[in-house]
């Protein structure tokens, strides 16, 4: 039975409408939600939450119809983009609020127990939300979230505002974070880097509906669209003619396309990216290691779309 199940739901904030959508989370599954700002992310992680009240349609946790349950009776672990920390209690007294609503005996075990499966939050615990870095102050939230009994993380865009160095640290922080809980999850993310690295299988949102799902490998490989393409361009997107394509879209072929180089450097172990031109049009290609000496290639294009 899937952790979450979606079904055909709608809902409305303003002018801006959700849906139709359809959507599940396995048992222990990372689930992704990847799109532009203001597509309906959120909302969508608001309705599933019984934050915002859905248009139509129906929410299943672990099997039962919560559509119109209250929030806290939901078993979510909800951890919002801006962390929703309590400003004036210390990182202790927010991690133990959850169980000291419920006068949970165990509090203090507790406390110190998710502290300690957090990396390093536990020489946190005496400081005020003010004084964390950014990366703890996630931490804090994940950890007063977690450290009740739930049956599915949602989390809100956990790197938004963060500088790349921190990005990447939590990214990894995270991603083992989540397999150590080894609970269900759904993760908004703005980034498809985050979404390669962190989640198990992704649904790809455009104006509040989604366009593609599957594997983030497969996505970004395949995209079924133009927008999706772009959406999974890391490297930037190249126009020539009338085709739209993205570096790594592009193969070594005898019978292709004459592409000269201009300049290049190291990718990986096995290939590089080189500027070049292209019918008289600057492309930047990721290509095989072997032509790091060659003034000249022919390439076949994979993946094309029209210029839009
Ligand atoms: N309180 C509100 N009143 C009116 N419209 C709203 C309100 N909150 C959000 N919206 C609109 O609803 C749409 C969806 O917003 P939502 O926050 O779900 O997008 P998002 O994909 O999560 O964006 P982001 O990645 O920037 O957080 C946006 O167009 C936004 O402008």
Known sequence: MDTLKVVNLKARIGTFELGPVDLNVGKKEIVGLIGPSGCGKTLLLRTIAGLQEPVTGQVFIDGKDVTYLEPHLRGLAFVFQDNALFPHFDTHNNIAFPLKIKKDPQTEEKVQKKAAELDGLTDYLDRWPKELPAGMKKLTAIARETVKKFNLILMDEPFERLD???????????KRLLMAIGESVLIVLNDPEDALAITDRIYVMKEGVFVQSG??????????SYFVMELFSTMGIN???????????????ENGSYVTLEHCGPYDSKRILCNGKMEGQEVVLLLPVECREKSDVKIRIKNSFEKV
């Open 164 to 174: 790349k160095k921190i990005r990447t640290e939590l990214r990894a922080m995270i």
């Open 215 to 224: 594997e983030p490998r497969e996505i970004y490989t395949s995209p079924a």
């Open 239 to 253: 126009r020539v003619g009338s085709a739209v394509f993205r570096p790594q879209d592009v193969e070594i072929d």
